[in-house]
């Protein structure tokens, strides 16, 4: 429907901060999107051990949220608001969460999650240590997500009845925003149980407070709003069907690595034709190659930044894809050689042309000023030229104009030769 509500908990689920100003940025809000979908926001000071938590709807029925808004994604104006929800439609949402929250929770208990783990998903509020829950299937291997709460599940895969459970982001007890995906899933054929991280990135800590996620279908959709305005500030969703694969091996592996191969054979070309440009002999009076020698240093300053940055993700990748040793480790280290060898030419060589192009500024300053006095004269005579005063014959008007043109590319040539190549 195009609607994200975002509550205020209850006043009695708060707890004083030691740092007021914290607890103010970390506006207690809980997100209600689809059956099945929550990710509360609570002070950073709030904790329940095991024998206290309870299901997120439970928290919400004890007292009702003294606060609603909504997020209208397809409003009339070019941007989506936050608005107040009227307080009389609150028992109807609270009602249809909590029945999502109770489908989610029979979702999970039907693929065999132990009953602390079906607790700790319907309850995102509260810190989940994914290493402490109960026995799942016959065996569990891989490395599970770490320990925090306010992050978003989906249990049952795509379809909905598959032997998946789907955690994103979320965040620590100190309060370190994750931007990951792990994916806990029944082997084929078998009572086994894997963990697999699909997803991990790195994010801006400062752009996450009062951060909520959920899941919405195939996408996690992220929320970041500031409950003392209208708006929202951030809004954004990952798809996360390309990071899914039956097999645990990302399907993007693939697309990656012969990602990495393209770009390292274009970083390649580009800091080949650089040092071909700086390496050439340049002539006392050689404009031509002054000209290439200055368009690659300026490469060089614009590029530098992007250059860096692609090299350091080369070697990110590499890494990732378990290349970094072998041939194209070594094609990389030559490249970032390479590029460093053009990092430390590049202020050598401006500081030795910088006399040349002091002589070509002189000599084209003194073209341009010739060409200015010339085409000052040149507009006299063109202004007094019979084609613009009346009496002229059809055919007398285009052989002036024929001859006017030729006269104007003459002119035109001048320019050419003064401003160079």
Same mark, same amino acid.
């Given at each position: ?11 009695? @689920? ?226 996360? @069907? ?180």
């Amino acid at each position: 429907e195009g609607k994200v509500l975002l509550c205020a908990l209850p006043p009695s @689920t708060r707890v004083a901060d030691e740092d007021p100003a914290a607890d103010a940025a970390d506006a207690p809000a809980a997100p209600i999107g689809r059956r099945g979908a929550v990710s509360v926001r609570t002070p950073r000071s709030f904790s329940a051990s095991a024998g206290q938590t309870t299901a997120t709807s439970a928290l919400l029925e004890k007292e009702l949220p003294s606060a609603v808004w909504s997020l209208d994604s397809h409003p009339s104006s070019a941007e989506s608001i936050w608005s107040a929800a009227p307080s009389q439609t609150l028992p109807d949402l609270l009602a249809e969460f909590a029945a999502g929250q109770k489908d989610l929770a029979n979702a999970a208990e039907r693929i065999g999650l132990p009953p602390d783990f079906v607790l700790a998903l319907t309850a995102s509020h509260a810190l989940a240590d994914f290493n402490a829950f109960g026995k799942v299937g016959d065996s569990l291997v891989g490395e599970p997500p770490s320990a925090r709460r306010h992050f978003a599940v989906k249990v049952g895969g795509l379809s909905g009845s598959e032997h998946k459970v789907w955690v994103y982001g979320g965040e620590s007890i100190e309060g370190y925003a994750h931007d990951d995906l792990f994916e806990l899933a029944r082997e084929p054929d078998s009572e086994a149980w894997s963990w697999r991280c699909a997803y991990s990135a790195e994010i801006d800590q400062l752009n996450t407070i009062g951060r909520a996620v959920l899941f919405v279908g195939s996408s996690v959709l992220s929320v970041r709003a500031c409950a003392m305005s209208n708006r929202y500030e951030e809004l954004s969703s990952l798809d996360i @069907t390309p990071l899914l694969s039956s097999s645990g091996v990302p399907p993007f592996r693939a697309e990656l690595g012969s990602g990495v191969a393209a770009k390292m054979g274009s970083l390649a070309i580009y800091l080949a034709d650089i040092t071909v440009g700086l390496a050439q002999t340049m002539g006392a009076d050689d404009f031509a190659a002054l000209l290439a020698v200055m368009q690659r240093l300026h490469r060089i300053r614009l590029n530098a930044e992007s250059t860096e940055l692609e090299i350091d993700q080369l070697r990110d990748a590499m890494v990732y894809l378990e290349q970094d040793i072998g041939e194209q480790a070594n094609e990389l280290s030559r490249i970032d050689s390479e590029w460093r060898e053009v990092k430390r030419l590049a202020p050598v060589l401006r500081k030795a042309i910088k006399p040349q192009q002091d002589r070509e500024g002189v000599r084209i300053r003194g073209e341009m000023a010739d060409l200015q006095a010339a085409a000052a004269e040149y507009r006299v005579g063109f202004l007094a030229e019979p084609v613009f005063s009346s009496g002229l014959a059809p055919s007398a008007v285009h052989a002036q104009l024929d001859k006017m043109a030729a006269s104007l590319k003459l002119l035109e040539g001048r320019r050419g030769a003064a401003v160079g190549p």
